[in-house]
């Protein structure tokens, strides 16, 4: 079973999705088992949550296999932005 890393999904994540921000937390104390994210990026702009997690989920098909626990939020720039203020 392959073993994934915070870097390598948020690497993936980053280049895929042409994400602005990505952030990746093992909370699996680094067995690679389940993970939580925040995707920031401009591909959710107009699309409804349910098609913003099948883009995430399309991007890491292979690795949700062997994940056993997987959490995102996923927003736009614009959504991203409100939040920091």
């Known amino acids: 079973m392959t073993t994934y ?13 042409e994400a602005t921000h990505v952030e990746v937390v093992d909370q699996s ?3 690679g ?4 994210v925040v995707v920031v990026s401009p591909k ?3 699309k409804p949550l349910l098609q913003r ?14 994940i ?3 959490s995102m939020k996923t927003l736009t720039p ?5 939040q920091q203020q």
């Open 78 to 82: 614009e959504q991203w932005e409100q």
């Open 29 to 31: 104390d680094g067995c």
């Open 5 to 17: 890393t915070e870097e390598y999904i948020r690497s993936k994540l980053t280049k895929d999705l």
């Open 44 to 46: 959710f702009t107009g």
């Open 68 to 70: 056993h626990a997987f």
């Open 33 to 36: 088992g389940k993970f939580s």
């Open 53 to 66: 997690h099948r883009l995430v989920n399309g991007v890491l098909e292979e690795e949700l296999k062997t």
